[in-house]
Nanobody, 115 residues
Framework: QVQLVESGGGLVQAGGSLRLSCAAS????????MAWHRQAPGKQRESVAR???????LYVDSVKGRFTISRDNAESTWYLQMSSLKPEDTAVYYC?????????WGQGTQVTVSS
């Protein structure tokens, strides 16, 4: 089993920055891909960014150039650096760790961007 704990959410003005962290514990050797998802009120959960085992990254179009996903393998932690935040980025952000056989989610952290 793997436990994921997010931190770093909060309230920020439009144009500001936040960094989210996700710390994994437990059987972290089973983690292959690390990702961030978000869910805004009344909307479906969407994938925001992911970092693959080879280090390659993928972003949803709406955050390209503004968000950066990174990882610290030694600490089993990954991050989402968010810059130039917009009110439409307001959502609960979830970290996710998965492989072909396992899929783990954090509890979520609220990010609110005021205009």
């Amino acid at each position: 089993q793997v436990q994921l704990v997010e931190s770093g959410g909060g309230l920020v003005q439009a144009g500001g920055s936040l960094r989210l962290s996700c710390a994994a514990s437990g059987s972290t050797f089973s983690i292959k891909t690390m990702a961030w998802h978000r869910q805004a009120p009344g909307k479906q959960r969407e994938s925001v960014a992911r970092i693959n085992p080879d280090g390659s990254t993928l972003y949803v179009d709406s955050v390209k150039g503004r968000f950066t996903i990174s990882r610290d393998n030694a600490e089993s932690t990954w991050y989402l650096q968010m810059s130039s935040l917009k009110p439409e980025d307001t959502a609960v952000y979830y970290c996710r760790a998965y492989s072909l056989t396992n899929d783990y989610w954090g509890q979520g952290t609220q990010v609110t961007v005021s205009s």
